[in-house]
């Protein structure tokens, strides 16, 4: 790289407009969407796709709620001319959807392509050619009046050829190709010639599509280019004013919006931004953040995962983990202070009763894209005690007191550090077992008991237990105010454990009068050494008395 870049590289100046208004401006309705996946796309593919993926690919568009699809070059191979004939003669264009195709500017192109429209009900006849001063000098060796003669020869020819088809009804775009980097002067100029050679009406306006065919300067610039050409140009009513975005410099999404700010009305791109180089407007992530401001974007993205499935399998291009709303760990928190934040907003939500999301760091419900709660967290080496509580919570119904999720969290910790992996839940559930004494061989096994059940105030409570000791049966008994304290007593008279209780938590793991009960035990050794002890039973009584024996383990094995 060069350390004077001013020496190869010049800065993109754009329209001087001091007085814009763009900034003031709020998006309070979806923009029409036009999905070029099926043209502009497929043409940015190592392997395009051939009829049967295209025509799979379609049908999700037209599932996912798009009105307006360019679905193919129909002159640039006979794949793509087959793929339209397809449509029209299996009559598979819905009454509200309308095609669209892409034609260069010059007669016998546009002839092939209105032959392969023959009987549509209705469609959009996209014309494009390149204006900016690069092209006009390296790659047409045209001036200015010869590119505007260029573009309104292919206009005579459209209209031709459609007025040949009056059973059809035509719609008609143009694109000043390469618009983000043209004078603002020329692009109007041009368009204004195009747009009184076509003399459009406002109830059969003209699109005029201002490509970001390169991107080439900051977002707030191409809205200047959007506002500017809006405010000088004629017959503003009976066009449509479309945005065709690229994301060379990674801002697309905020120039299609930035765009829609300043007078735009539609967006073309493809789904999670497939396309040339670094891709077209991700209509995607364009379409749910109007979501996550309470608007409707007209497209339904309830299955996300279903759409990232035919996307990855009909591009053969990986959508990334960490694409907004869609990667396989979007919704996913490592870190141990995301995740205790996380968990809390759950419960909070879970108190709302006003409907309203809100829970941090997650700015829209993964339920509303068909994602579960599952993946939301995941534990690794960077992972707390919130992400671990939660993971077990998710899995397992625990709820485990803090004190726990504090000590269980440091295992947690040790074993990451350790293996140097993602922990999965079935992980985390093998090491709560080891850790608390849940499964395999312990000293102190329950086998049966009973308990004189008396209530009554004064009256002591009994506990007779029959339990394994080292794989030994034997009988041990004790009295307290309550159970939990009959057995520490039977403990510490017939095994020698002395332990007291700090704190008690039970609950069920799930609703419903078959539920199993979990108890949590806080406890201190004679030495103020705390233990903690996990029973869980279909009987909440019976797990506590497992609690008990649960931390005594725990004692004996820390020795």
């Given amino acids: 790289m060069l350390t004077r870049p001013d020496t190869k590289y010049r800065p993109f100046i754009g329209p001087d407009l001091a007085d814009r208004t763009w900034p003031s401006r709020r998006i309070i309705a979806a923009p029409r969407w036009c999905s070029t996946d099926l043209r502009d796309g497929n043409q940015a593919l190592v392997d395009p796709m051939d009829g049967k993926s295209k025509r799979r690919f379609y049908e999700m568009l037209l599932r996912l709620g798009f009105k307006e699809i360019e679905v193919a070059f129909p002159s640039a191979s006979q794949t793509e001319f087959d793929f339209v004939r397809e449509l029209i003669e299996e009559d598979a264009v819905p009454d509200d959807v309308t095609v669209q195709v892409l034609t260069q500017a010059r007669a016998d192109l546009i002839r092939r392509t209105f032959e392969a429209l023959e009987g549509a009900d209705r469609a959009i006849i996209h014309l494009y050619s390149a204006t900016a001063p690069v092209f006009r000098r390296v790659v047409f060796g045209m001036d200015r009046p010869e590119i505007v003669a260029l573009a309104l020869a292919a206009v005579r020819s459209i209209r031709d050829e459609a007025d040949r088809r009056p059973g059809t009804a035509w719609g008609f775009e143009y694109s000043p190709e ?7 002067e020329f692009a109007l100029e041009i368009c204004e010639a195009v747009l009184a050679a076509w003399d459009p009406s406002p109830e059969r306006p003209l699109i005029l599509n201002l490509p970001a065919t390169v991107e080439v300067a900051t977002p707030n610039v191409y809205a200047d280019q959007i506002e500017w050409f809006c405010r000088h140009l004629s017959r503003r009513d009976s066009v449509t004013v479309s945005v065709h975005p690229h994301n060379d410099r990674g801002t697309a999404v905020a ?67 960490r694409h907004p709303y869609a990667g396989e760990l979007v919704f996913t928190a490592f870190s141990g202070s995301h995740q205790d934040a996380i968990r809390k907003g759950f419960a909070a939500q879970a108190a709302r009763n006003d409907g309203i999301w809100e829970v941090p760091y997650l700015p829209i419900d993964p339920a509303d894209l068909g994602c579960s709660y599952e993946a939301v967290i995941r534990v690794n080496s960077q992972s707390g005690k919130g992400g671990v509580a939660w993971m077990l919570e998710q899995d397992k119904g625990l709820r485990l007191p803090r004190p726990l999720q504090v000590d269980f969290s440091r295992v947690v910790q040790a074993t990451a550090d350790r293996t140097g992996r993602e922990l999965t839940a079935a992980d985390l559930w093998s090491a709560f077992e080891e850790t608390y004494c849940l499964s395999g061989p ?41 159970l939990i304290s009959a057995v520490l007593d039977a403990l510490r008279e017939d095994c020698g454990i002395a332990i007291e209780i700090v704190d008690y938590h039970e609950h069920a793991l799930k609703p419903g009068a078959e539920a199993q009960a979990a108890a949590y035990l806080e406890c201190r050794d004679a030495r103020g050494r705390a233990v903690f002890g996990v029973g869980i039973d279909a009987d909440v009584a019976t797990a506590s008395v497992k609690a008990v024996l649960s931390a005594a383990n725990g004692l004996t094995k820390r020795g």
């Fill in 442 to 482: 312990q000293r102190f096994t329950l086998l049966d008991y009973t308990d004189d059940g008396s209530h009554r105030p004064g009256r002591s409570r009994r506990f007779v237990g029959r339990i394994a000791i080292d794989g030994r049966e034997r009988s041990i008994s004790g009295s307290g105010n309550g």
């Fill in 178 to 184: 390469t618009f983000c980097f043209t004078e603002p």
């Fill in 255 to 321: 120039a299609a919006e930035l765009a829609v700010m300043a007078g735009a009305e539609r967006i073309e791109g493809c789904l999670f931004g497939n396309g040339e180089r670094t891709g077209n407007v991700d209509l995607v992530t364009l379409a749910l953040n109007l979501y996550t401001q309470g608007i409707d974007p007209g497209l339904d993205f309830s299955d996300m995962r279903e759409v990232v499935r035919m996307v990855e399998h009909s591009n053969r291009l990986p959508v990334h983990p």
